[in-house]
Structure formats: structure tokens, C-alpha cells
């Protein structure tokens, strides 16, 4: 497996019924371990990135290698070691799952079929809800949680996963500033605590690109040379000014 | 119940079009079954609502058809089908077996039926008990539980399948024109009143168990069709669900 965690050879993905490819022979390597940020504007591919790493978009030309196997839709088993968190996931309030639920979920994968959930499984969600400090909120439907806790929420499912890579969408995005810097913050800890290789799509500054070991910028499904070493701060202020 | 239970699935996942398209096929392939004598109807039911399934499922997904689309599509074809069919039938006439296709009869049903009905029944609950897990993930959220390692789309296609039997095992009793109420009206009513989706998966068949007990004796007293019956009774108690729904309360807030 050697020391990447995802590693993309030429990757080009064209979405059904389109033209234009969204991702463009993209290359990228990210080590084991590494916290890696990727910034751009809207409809850059950053998503479509994201997914094409899960294995959830066929790739037209190319190889993604995650923890060194080929992954692809048929990769069920590889995605057990994956925690995607996609973009704007928000539960509406009718949503008849309770919280402790959904992240008694994560470990579903794991378990595998004609089996239920242990009671080992059991404490693992109990722990990861009282990680993100929202036991008291277990036993609530998750739709009635509020958006900063709907995604505490989904951060302790990605724990009781135990996953070796995570794969963050926008995890910010539409939530209040202080949501945002407690949401940033469990996820620095979780990924310190699992020592979690991390790819973290944002338009936001905050502390979770400050942390990020590399920034690197996507434009029209290609990432521009160099992003690597720009000044993160310069680089978001710029992609929200349109430049 | 079983239909009920089923109900669960088709309407948490938006499938109500496919299992309404579903519906009149299995009419249709009874309807065929009843004409051409060396045919079983209950078979020749299980194979168009399969036939259905397999055929629009891979359809909408591949093509985004719009879910109108769907059932504008099979409704008329499969009507018009089933209707040709029972007037080919030699037999068919008012109060006959062919008509119990469109109505219900739960007093048309031999004993052969029963004990298919009952094989059929428990391999549907060893499917559902097998994968409950991958069941409730995908009720969740589809691609959340694709995104975590289950094989979404192998899981969701077994839902189509075994709704389509379940269609096709419940056509005796309501008949074609109403057994999707006693799909989507109790599970729709459990959905009003509960907020977890395991107790909603005990609920929906009760109240569907209910309802078709409800109509059988509503039926009988006053003398009406019993699909028809069936269907008043659940609809009775989807109102009812809808009064007494805390979600609607919260919402009035």
C-alpha cells in the first residue's frame, strides 16, 4: 500500500449527458495522515472530485487508488474505510430515524448482512455521541436537531465508523459562525484522535484550512499549478471576490 | 400487513409511482392467467409486477424519468391489457373470478392460493429480517448509505422486487384498482405519527391489518364490494392520522 492514502493518475470524468469533462487528467498523491484542503469556486469539480475518491462517479479515463486497491461503484468493501460527509446533507424535521440511529449506522457497513448490531456496536455509537457532546440529544428525531447539530451528529456516525480516510464536503456550509468554529473544531480532533487522512472541500476560511497541511485550488475541473504554496487567506478572500 | 409493511419502504423512498405501475400490471398478468386457462393467475400476476419492476426501475434511474412520466406510461397500457383480457375470458361476467381481479375477493381464494400465498409471505420476511440493516440505511439516505460501503442499488432493486410480489400476492383481496391503498395509506398513517422509522416498520402493518379487517367487516355488514371497503377504512384512518399527527402540529406551530 506504501505511505498514500488516495492517489489519482490522470483522472477524467465526464457527468452522463454532458460535454464538458468535470474533472480534467487530474494528478494528485496525498500521504497517509495528511489533512488536505481543496478550494475553488463553484462548479470547479471539487465535488465531483470528492466522489470520483469514493468511487461514486465512473471516471472516463484514469485510475483512482485509494489505500492503494483501484476503487469504483462496485467497491462496497473499500468504501468501509471511507467517511464521506457530502455537502448541504440536512435531515428535514419529519425524518423518522432518531439520532442515535443514524450513527449507530456508520458501523452498518462493518457488520455485514444477516447480522445485527452488537451490543459492542451499540456502545461504539454511544461513545462517538458523547465525543461530539451531544448525548443528551440521542433519543431525538435527527430532522429536529439544528443544522450545527445535525452535523455533530454525522461527525460521531463518521467516528463510530472508524474509517482511515475521510472525505469532507463543505462541512461548514450553512451554519451559524459559532456552529462553524465547533464543527471545525470535532473535526481537527477526530481526525488527530483516528490520525485520519483528510480531504476537506471548503469556500470558507477558518481554522480547518489553517491546519490543512496543503491548499489547493480547482478551477474549471483542472487544479492550478503552484496552489500549493499560495497564502490560503489571499487565495479564499480572492475565489469569493470572483478572481 | 404485508402489503403494509412494504408501504414503508415504497413511500419513505418516493417509489409510490412504481408501485402504483406495479399494481395494474399485476392486474394484468391475472387478468391474462384467468384467460388463458393453462396459465396461473397468481403467477402470471408475480410475473408482470416483476417484469414491471425490472424493466422501469433501470429505466427512471438511467434516464431521470419524472415519476408522472412513469405511471403515464404503464397505467393505461396495463389497464387497457387487463380489461381486454377479462372480456376475452369465457366466463367473465359480474361477480365472477375475472371481476374479483378489479374489486376483491378474499372469498374467491382457495386453499392452494393460501398455502402459496403463505411460502410466498415468509420468504418476503426472511428477505426484509435479513437485511434490515441495509433496508433502514438506504431509508435513511440513499446516497449516505452508498457513500458508506452498502450496496445501495442491489438493496434498493430488492425493495422494487419484493414489492412487485407483494403486489401480486395481495390482488385477490383488494383487486388491481385499490391495492395501493392498503400499501400506502397505513404506512403513510404510521409515517403521520411516528418519528422512528422502527416503530413505524411495527405500526404500518398493523393499522394495514386493521384496515383490511376493518373493510372485511364493513364489507359483510353493509353488503359493499370489499376492496372498496378497504379502501375506505384505511383512508379513514389516514385522516384520522393526519388529525392526531404531532409532525402536522409542529408544523401548524
Known amino acids: 500500500m506504501g505511505s498514500l492514502a488516495v492517489e489519482l493518475k490522470n483522472v477524467s470524468a465526464v457527468y452522463e449527458g454532458e460535454r464538458i469533462p468535470a474533472l480534467h487528467g487530474i494528478d494528485l498523491a496525498v500521504k497517509l495522515g495528511e489533512l488536505v484542503a481543496i478550494v475553488g469556486p463553484n462548479g470547479a469539480g471539487k465535488t465531483t472530485l470528492l466522489e ?21 461503484r462496485s467497491s462496497h468493501r473499500l468504501r468501509q474505510e471511507i467517511a464521506y460527509l457530502p455537502q448541504d446533507l440536512f435531515f428535514n424535521p419529519g425524518t423518522p430515524f432518531l439520532t442515535r440511529d443514524v450513527v449507530l449506522m456508520g458501523r452498518f457497513a462493518k ?29 431525538r428525531p435527527i430532522g429536529r436537531l439544528s443544522g450545527g447539530q445535525q452535523r455533530k451528529a454525522l ?25 462553524k468554529e465547533e464543527i471545525s473544531r470535532l473535526i481537527l480532533e477526530i481526525r488527530s484522535t483516528l490520525s485520519l487522512t483528510t480531504l476537506v472541500v471548503s469556500h470558507e476560511s477558518g481554522s480547518l484550512l489553517d491546519e490543512a ?21 489571499v487565495q479564499v478572500r480572492g475565489i469569493a471576490q470572483g478572481i | 400487513m404485508l402489503c403494509s409493511l412494504l408501504g414503508v419502504f415504497v413511500v419513505r423512498m418516493n417509489l ?61 397500457l396495463m389497464m387497457a391489457l387487463g380489461l381486454i383480457f377479462i372480456s376475452l375470458t369465457p366466463s367473465a361476467g359480474i361477480g365472477s373470478g375475472a371481476l374479483s381481479l378489479l374489486w376483491g375477493s378474499i372469498l374467491g381464494i382457495t386453499m392452494n392460493d393460501v398455502i402459496k400465498l403463505a411460502v ?44 412487485a410480489l407483494t403486489v401480486a400476492l395481495s390482488l385477490r383481496l383488494t383487486g388491481g384498482l385499490l391495492i395501493y391503498t392498503l400499501m400506502i395509506l397505513p404506512a403513510s398513517a404510521a ?10 416498520l411495527i405500526l404500518a402493518p398493523l393499522l394495514g391489518m386493521f384496515a383490511a379487517m376493518g373493510g372485511f367487516l364493513l364489507s359483510l355488514g353493509a353488503d359493499l364490494p370489499i376492496g372498496s371497503s378497504i379502501a375506505l377504512t384505511a383512508t379513514a384512518l389516514f385522516l384520522v392520522s393526519m388529525i392526531f399527527s404531532p409532525k402536522r402540529r409542529r408544523r401548524a406551530r
Open chain 1, 213 to 233: 497541511n496543503r491548499i489547493l485550488t480547482m478551477v474549471g475541473g483542472r487544479f492550478l499549478t503552484g496552489s500549493a504554496e499560495w497564502n490560503p487567506l
Open chain 2, 191 to 200: 409515517y403521520q405519527l411516528l418519528y422512528d422509522v422502527k416503530k413505524v
Open chain 2, 16 to 76: 409510490s409511482s412504481l408501485g402504483f405501475a406495479m399494481s395494474h400490471a399485476a392486474f394484468a398478468g391475472a387478468a391474462l392467467g384467468l384467460m388463458v386457462t393453462v396459465l396461473d393467475p397468481l403467477w402470471m400476476a408475480i410475473l408482470f409486477a416483476v417484469g414491471t419492476a425490472a424493466i422501469l426501475g433501470p429505466l427512471a434511474e438511467a434516464s431521470r424519468m419524472k415519476e408522472d412520466a412513469i405511471v403515464g406510461a404503464i397505467f393505461p
Open chain 1, 111 to 139: 457488520i455485514g448482512s444477516f447480522r445485527l448490531p452488537s451490543s459492542a456496536d451499540r456502545r461504539f455509537a454511544r461513545e462517538a455521541i458523547a465525543a461530539v457532546g451531544i448525548s443528551e440529544l440521542a433519543g
Open chain 1, 52 to 72: 470520483a475518491i469514493n468511487g461514486l462517479l465512473p471516471i472516463r479515463f484514469g485510475k483512482v487508488l485509494v489505500l492503494g486497491k483501484p476503487i469504483g
Open chain 1, 155 to 179: 461527525l460521531a456516525r463518521v467516528l463510530a465508523k472508524e474509517p482511515q480516510l475521510l472525505l469532507l464536503d463543505e462541512p461548514t456550509t450553512n451554519l451559524d459562525p459559532e456552529a
Open chain 2, 120 to 163: 410466498l409471505a415468509s420468504v418476503m420476511l426472511v428477505a426484509i429480517g435479513g437485511f434490515y440493516k441495509e433496508f433502514l440505511a438506504i431509508l435513511l439516505d440513499r446516497k449516505l448509505a452508498a457513500a458508506s460501503g452498502i450496496n445501495a442499488r442491489l438493496y434498493t432493486y430488492l425493495i422494487l422486487f419484493l414489492t
